[in-house]
């Protein structure tokens, strides 16, 4: 503004409305990033593995500087190296089951718990045969369940 329209400082700060001393101010940050860019750049381009953590370390070696400021510059440079995906695991091979073909081959215990109308809970031990899926015993601990299942037979 003040190259165009050829006014001195104090009359254009005064038609902005802003302080003189704010038009003033020149930023002293700019010039230490500069020169910690240059570090961080060419750290980077030496080691290209390395993150902000590693060239954090690097610099540190040298003098002390906050590792968030690092990673700022960092990020701002653009510098984030592809992370690595992890490989996957083969897995094992499946084993094929092997189906019973007669009965009294295989058998398979169960253990199962349900309620009364009542609210009492009970538990039945089963077990099956895989060929058949015959239930061979039923038992239960439970004496009304032991009970009801005699006077069921």
Not at 12 to 26: K, M, N, P, V
Not at 36 to 54: C, N, P
Request: proline share 3%; aromatic share 10%.
């Amino acid at each position: 503004m003040l190259l165009k329209t050829q006014l001195g400082e104090r009359k254009s700060c005064r038609l902005l409305q802003i302080s003189r001393t704010c038009f003033r101010y020149r930023s002293r940050l700019q010039d230490k990033d500069s020169e910690l860019k240059d570090r961080i750049r060419s750290l980077a381009y030496k080691y290209k593995r390395a993150g902000y953590r590693q060239i954090h370390n690097f610099i540190r070696q040298e003098e002390h500087v906050n590792h968030k400021r690092i990673y700022r510059l960092y990020s701002e440079l653009g510098l984030k190296y592809r992370i690595k995906p992890k490989r996957k695991r083969r897995s094992l091979p499946s084993v094929t089951k092997l189906v019973p073909k007669n009965p009294g081959e295989r058998w398979s215990m169960d253990f199962m718990s349900d309620a009364l109308y009542s609210g009492r809970r009970f538990r039945i031990l089963n077990i099956i045969d895989d060929c058949s899926r015959l239930a061979l015993i039923l038992y239960s601990n439970s004496i009304h369940l032991t009970l009801s299942l005699k006077e069921i037979d």
